[in-house]
């Protein structure tokens, strides 16, 4: 088996601190000087590396999509143990699926600068609708009964509290609220099973 070649790890080194730089500060505040310093190389490698600022848009852009997609793998194999729809939020809600709240938060802000990078829009919209389809795959497997309007709904509800606890995890919001947050999905991941 070959090595990561060290043009491929120092891409991957750079782009790692890049979507830090988004997370904490927005794609415009993502300045080359700040990852630079995340990354802990000097300022020039990162147009080495990754190009000029279009493409390292760009590759941040492809970065966030297949860690989504993988994460969203991950997802849909952990779903093939459940049985039931509240298993699916359990699953999603526990400690150990917690994912990198740094790919959401930098999944909102380059989906914040749409409106300056249109051909963002349909690389990130398709990432979000692979989740909500394996969320809705796995729930219409348990609950086969129930109509697929209903399950995409459902999907749609358990979906957005999930991210948003990685979406206001820069706040430090209190414990309950994640609890809250669980409590919500739970309830409607209940209901597709009385409807069955």
Known sequence: MSRPSLKDQRSEQILDAYLTCVARFGLEGATQERIA??????????????????????????YVDESFA????????????????????????????????RLMLAWQALTASVSDHPEMRNPL???LARFLGVIADAL??????????????????????????????????????????KQAATLLAASLEVDQ
């Not at 190389?41 to 760009?58: A, C, D, F, T, W």
């Not at 999907?155 to 994640?178: F, K, N, T």
Request: charged residues 20%.
């Open 70 to 101: 993988a994460s969203t793998e991950a997802l849909a194999v952990a779903f093939a143990e459940i049985s039931t729809p509240v298993e699916l939020v359990e699953l999603i809600f526990s400690k150990g699926a917690a994912s990198d709240p």
């Open 140 to 181: 219409q497997r348990v609950a086969p009964g129930v109509d697929g309007g209903r399950i995409r709904v459902v999907a749609q509800g358990i979906a957005a509290p999930y991210m948003g606890l990685d979406a206001m995890s820069p706040l430090c919001p209190p414990v309950e609220w994640r609890t809250e947050l």
């Open 125 to 127: 919209l398709e990432s």
């Open 37 to 62: 310093a995340e990354a802990g190389v000097k300022r020039p490698l990162l147009r080495h590396y990754l190009g000029n600022k279009e493409q390292m848009i760009s590759a941040l852009t492809t």
